[in-house]
């Protein structure tokens, strides 16, 4: 009989480790002193029977995306095993939250192993797998600045330098054998500047160093543990290299039956995040496979006895576990039914083995003489029944289910239940089911966390991973994007254009917007956004704005739409005629000066404020009056709505100076005058400081001369005698010469010259005025 036993062999050390026993017991202590108020931030393991025995006591799992500030400070947060940045940590605290500090002490020490040997100026390399939490928390310690490699090839891309110095460390819970190869790729390749400290855990080292030992010796070997726990994982790769029958399970309704029998040698290891109970779950159903070998041992010797007897009645003499029987159902109860399988004891399925769909109520859905198959899960309990279930026989028919699913395109809806950072869950007809992140929406910026709760349409994309195994992977973005192609196509149907309508900026870019109209994109360039220069579209838009635009241009073929943002608004031209007249006195600013005049911004139109009319008196240079960014006012003097020009006066808006000096003045009055130029044929001179008025020679002195520089200097203040005021030409006529000698110069506005009469050259003349006015 005991050649037929099967042979289980557990791996020491199995189970928790020490790291992970301390943070789950901090998180029950908090737990109980705060009851409803503790998070963890993550997963506490990667085990999700663990999780699920923390939430009956009210611990949540919160991720940092989903934590909002709170205004009382009862709210706890644990920081698991795995540890985090200093960031995150700074971060809980400032929204408000208490922190407990969960984190492993050897992964405490590695986090403070790279700090240090950061601040000593050391480059950073982390030897891990860079999505796994306990890596993101050692680089959050070293400034967000280190490499993370987890191959001898990632090692080599890295372009060590070989004037700067590196420190190397490792996730905990790494492969030890990968580590060891890094190692030696340091030292055949020289990199005498990597100083490399082996970080990983002593008990995950003896952990997977017992692994393959035991799995050297086995038949078969089973690893307990989360899919997601890294440390479960490189238990797997390992054992799976050397013992080709390696399974990874997270209970005992995993086991592999159809490779376990009579004589095979069984390993059973587990990962740091699997709890006693569980695999102690795995060795009884073991154990009971045992049993159920004696007891057919047993049956195989009364052969001629009990065998023949429930043949000749048309039972079974044996059964074993993990066999599929069919029964008929002989009571029903609301939580489990018990069923004649033609054995010497009966059947019973509790409701939690019935279905993978929740069922409140048995009596709802089966009843007494219904024919029912199941399969064998103990052949005996407490109370002398076989416990069976009919999940895996459904599940094998639900996967041929999802597989027909996948290969119609058949479009389902499942409840989300539970996300993190790589993508949400939902069960489909009681499968569980992932999205990864990149398939839950055509957005690519979606959070996960805001799905929990909902219901989302999916269609089914994989039932089985790359090693074969099955695996439940949906996409719900595939069915959103056939939904919006319909709906675009409605829209680019419906869409007019010269239309204007109401949309949403989606994406700002230096060349434009994005803004989306009733499901599509169309592009809003920048030169469509406003009607003055902008160098950036956030001049103007920000992302979320809800805008009117004009449908510029459609082009159906390659689905595109050209918008227009400025076409709805009123131009600041239009606005500027609404506003304003020839004549109306404005103000605005300076923005540019050129040698003719200066352009002043007036309600966003450009105006021109020619030199000529920046003062009565002459100016010389713009910037002797204006400067850039100086606010001005000035009067409209002519609008030209063809060409879109203002001209703009300042000196329009004060009274001419002859004008008020005139006001006063009488004929023949004598005032005092400055010589400001000297020509051939006579003088200017400044009356009043502001005025310019021109002597002719004849009234600058009697004498016959070449020049009137013979008489006066430029600069020279001399009287001069009033003969006429010109009101309209705004000029004086004046004369030098005080005696009375109206009756010559009344009608006399210039000198005339007889060259016959003169005893000089036109070139003595000029040359000589030259001199003078050099001196």
Not at 175 to 188: G, L, M, S, Y
Not at 240 to 255: M, Q, S
Request: hydrophobic share 35%; net charge negative.
């Amino acid at each position: 009989m005991s050649d037929n036993k099967i042979s289980v062999i557990i791996g020491k050390p199995a189970g928790f480790c020490s790291g992970v026993k301390r943070a789950i017991a901090i998180v029950k202590k908090e737990a109980q002193a705060n009851p409803g108020q503790v998070y963890t931030l993550g997963s506490i393991v990667h085990n999700a029977q663990v999780v699920n025995e923390l939430k009956k006591l009210n611990v949540k799992t919160i991720s940092m995306n989903r934590l909002q500030p709170q205004a009382d400070s009862k709210s706890v947060i644990v920081i698991r095993s795995h540890g985090c940045a200093p960031q995150v940590i700074d971060k809980i605290i400032k929204f408000g939250y208490k922190i407990v500090d969960a984190t492993c002490p050897i992964v405490r020490k590695v986090q403070n192993c790279a700090r240090q040997l950061k601040d000593q100026g050391y480059a950073t390399i982390v030897i891990g797998d860079k999505n796994h939490p306990e890596v993101k928390g050692i680089i959050g310690w070293c400034n967000n600045e280190a490499s993370v490699i987890d191959s001898v090839e990632d090692l080599i891309k890295l372009d060590i330098n070989p004037s700067e110095k590196y420190c190397l460390v490792s996730q905990t819970t790494f492969n030890t054998k990968i580590f060891n190869e890094i190692a030696d790729a340091i030292d055949k390749n020289n990199y005498t500047n990597i100083f490399v400290k082996n970080t990983i855990c002593d008990a995950t080292r003896k952990r997977q160093e017992a692994c393959l030992e035991l799995a050297s010796i086995c038949d078969v070997m089973l690893i307990i543990g989360g899919r997601n726990s890294s440390n479960t994982k490189k238990l797997y790769e390992l054992s799976k290299k050397v013992c080709p029958n390696t399974f990874l399970i997270e209970n005992y309704k995993e086991i592999p039956y159809k490779y376990i029998d009579k004589k095979t040698i069984v390993g059973v290891s587990a990962g740091a995040s699997a709890p006693d109970w569980i695999i102690e779950e795995v060795i009884k159903m073991l154990e009971n496979l045992n049993n159920d070998m004696n007891e057919k041992n047993e049956q195989a010797e009364q052969a001629g006895t009990m065998h023949e007897l429930f043949e000749n009645y048309g039972g079974v003499s044996y059964i074993r576990t993990g066999e599929r029987i069919k029964g008929t159902v002989i009571y029903v109860r609301p939580d489990a039914i018990s069923v004649n399988i033609n054995y010497k004891s009966d059947g019973i399925i509790t409701r939690d083995d019935y279905s993978f769909t929740e069922v409140q109520d048995l009596t709802q859905v089966v009843k007494e003489g219904d024919e029912i198959e199941a399969q064998v899960v103990k052949i005996s309990d407490q109370d002398g029944n076989v416990v069976l279930t009919r999940k895996p026989i459904e599940e094998h028919k639900i996967w041929d289910e999802l597989e027909s699913m996948k290969n119609d395109g058949t479009v389902i809806e499942t409840l989300i239940n539970e996300a993190s950072q790589f993508g949400i869950y939902g069960k489909v007809k009681g499968i569980k089911g992932f999205i990864p992140r990149n398939q839950i929406s055509i957005n690519r910026n979606a959070d996960p966390s805001e799905y929990v709760g909902k219901n989302l349409k999916v269609k089914v994309l994989e039932t089985k991973n790359n090693k074969g195994r099955r695996q439940l992977v949906l996409t719900s973005r595939a069915v959103e994007k056939v939904e919006k192609e319909a709906k675009d196509n409605e829209v680019w149907e419906t869409i007019q254009e010269g239309e204007i309508y109401e949309g949403t900026v989606k994406n700002l870019q230096d060349y434009g917007a994005f803004v989306e109209i009733n499901g599509i994109d169309g592009l809003l360039h920048i030169n469509e956004i406003a009607w003055t220069r902008i160098k950036h579209p956030s001049e103007v838009l920000k992302v979320g704005d809800k805008i009117s635009v004009k449908v510029k241009s459609i082009d159906k073929e390659n689905k595109k739409l050209s918008l227009s943002y400025k076409a709805t608004i009123k131009s600041p031209w239009a606005m500027f005629l609404d506003k304003h007249e020839k004549g109306d006195t404005v103000t605005g600013t300076v923005t540019r000066i050129v040698d003719f005049g200066a352009f002043v911004m007036v309600d966003d139109i450009e105006c021109l404020l020619h030199i000529k009319d920046l003062d009565w008196a002459r100016t010389e240079k713009v910037t002797d009056i204006l400067q850039e960014g100086q606010e001005v006012t000035a009067k409209i003097l002519n609008i030209t709505r063809k060409d879109r020009k203002v001209s703009l006066g300042m000196k329009q808006l004060v009274e001419h100076p002859f004008d008020k000096f005139a006001k006063e003045l009488e004929i023949n009055a004598v005032i005092p005058v400055e010589v400001t130029r000297i020509l051939l044929d006579g003088v200017h001179v400044n009356v009043n400081g502001n005025i310019d008025c021109f002597i002719p020679l004849q009234k600058v002195t009697t004498e016959k001369l070449r020049t009137p520089a013979q008489v006066v200097k430029v600069g020279e203040i001399k009287d001069a005698k009033v003969l006429g005021i010109d009101l309209k030409g705004k000029n004086l006529n004046l004369t030098f010469i005080l005696e009375d000698k109206e009756e010559e110069f009344e009608n006399s506005d210039s000198a005339s010259y007889q060259p016959e009469e003169a005893n000089f050259t036109i070139g003595e003349s000029i040359g000589s005025a030259l001199g003078d006015l050099l001196k």
